[in-house]
């Protein structure tokens, strides 16, 4: 279990998260706000607080809901359905405390500029 927040701190969250399985995306989402994401069942992530300071926002298919922090504007999580309609989270891996992304491997690189 990791705790994790946004810049500001209005939003916190604890997820339950393998950083071993970590993946990029180079969507126009991803490619220009550079979260390191890692992906689980919605279940797992557990918002603490500041929902109510998310802005949720939504494009192309509108599937995922990519939700930012009206106060401060970091991205800590997005969620959504997936193909076999589970709702999956993608926890941003630079929003957790204590962990220092420099010393991270990222397994996957999701192309999902292509999707
Ligand atoms: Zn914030």
């Given at each position: ?11 916190r969250?604890e ?13 126009s ?14 279940a ?10 998310l ?5 192309g ?7 930012f ?6 991205r ?22 204590g ?12 192309d999902?500029?292509?999707?």
């Amino acid at each position: 279990m990791h705790a994790g927040s946004c810049h500001c701190g209005a939003v916190r969250f604890e997820a339950e998260v393998d950083l071993t399985t970590l993946a990029v995306c180079n969507c126009s989402m991803c490619g220009r706000t550079g979260a390191i994401m890692v992906f689980v069942p919605r279940a797992q992530l557990h918002p603490l607080a500041g929902e109510d300071k998310l802005t949720d926002y939504q494009f192309g298919k509108k599937s995922l809901h990519h939700v930012f922090c009206s106060v401060c504007g970091v991205r800590p999580y997005a969620w959504g359905a997936g193909h076999d309609g589970a709702e999956w989270a993608m926890v941003n891996v630079r929003c957790l405390d204590g962990v220092d992304t420099n010393t991270l491997t990222i397994g996957k690189q999701y192309d999902g500029k292509n999707l």
